[in-house]
């Protein structure tokens, strides 16, 4: 009986020690990054001409990918199924503009924010008169599109109650629907909502004041201290060595981009 017990405690020890510990020890196992998003959220993540994926975080992961020495592999994912997707193994880590939440940080781990965002409303061109701020629109009789799952849809119910709220499986069916002049307003981040308004000068305008404070980080499964710990390390050393700037700069700075879309 003895004998089986200390058979039966080396076995799982052996099974232990051979498994990885992290996600870190298994996507170097693998040899390959699984990234999570939901393609379409301008700057941060899109598909171009040719089908492949372009933008600030997909620029990032490709850099944290060739520091581990893998390649990364992105599982485009719809937004209000991103982070159970994330707990069932779909991919590692999502780097798919993220805001933390404390709702969202009872289900994952953030890493460190890597870039800080607020909310801003995209105007129909003919009520940009009567709508100078967030609270001209906490009244019914305006109507404002959000992306469903969004922190712009929990900002609208927190924020602007008594406006009518249309949800919207997609942004760019959200933003549709105030070019259309079917809605009032779009509630989204500035980084979209600038390059959106930019695209459609003659139609909408942009409150470019954000009303929420938002910072966006990397989301990993729950207790993985090794892995957070690399990321935020990650993160300090190409803030420090210029690497961030770089980056931010083609995709914040420059419109240049803007050529490779559809």
């Known amino acids: 009986m003895i004998k089986k017990l200390i058979l039966s405690t080396l076995l799982l020890c052996g099974l232990a020690n051979a498994a990885p510990s992290s996600t870190l020890d298994a996507v170097l196992e693998r040899g390959v990054l699984r990234v999570g998003f939901d393609a379409g959220y301008q700057p941060f993540e899109m598909t171009n001409k040719q089908g492949q994926y372009i933008g600030f975080d997909v620029d990032l992961a490709k850099m944290v990918a060739k520091e581990m020495g893998v390649k990364v592999e992105f599982v485009n994912t719809a937004w209000d199924g991103i982070i159970p997707a994330l707990l069932t193994d779909k991919f590692d880590v999502i780097m798919g503009g993220m805001t933390v939440t404390p709702q969202r940080n009872l289900r994952v781990n953030f890493a460190d924010p890597y870039i800080v965002v607020g909310q801003t409303i995209v105007v129909r061109k003919d009520k940009a008169g009567e709508i100078k701020s967030f609270t001209d629109l906490n009244d019914p009789k305006y109507k404002i599109a959000v992306k469903l799952g969004t922190t712009g849809e929990q900002a609208v119910k927190r924020l602007i109650p008594k406006a009518t709220l249309l949800q919207f499986e997609t942004q760019d069916d959200a933003k549709l629907e105030v070019i259309n002049g079917k809605v009032d307003a779009f509630v989204y981040d500035l980084p979209y909502n600038a390059i959106f308004a930019t695209q459609n000068k003659g139609a909408v305008v942009h409150l470019d004041k954000p009303f929420t404070f938002e910072p966006l980080a ?14 935020n390390n990650y993160l300090r050393q190409i803030k420090g060595d210029g690497s961030y700037d770089r980056l931010y700069k083609k995709w914040f700075e420059s419109t240049a981009w803007l050529d490779q879309l559809k």
């Open 218 to 231: 990397w989301a990993i499964r729950k207790g993985d201290q090794d892995t957070l710990n690399w990321f």
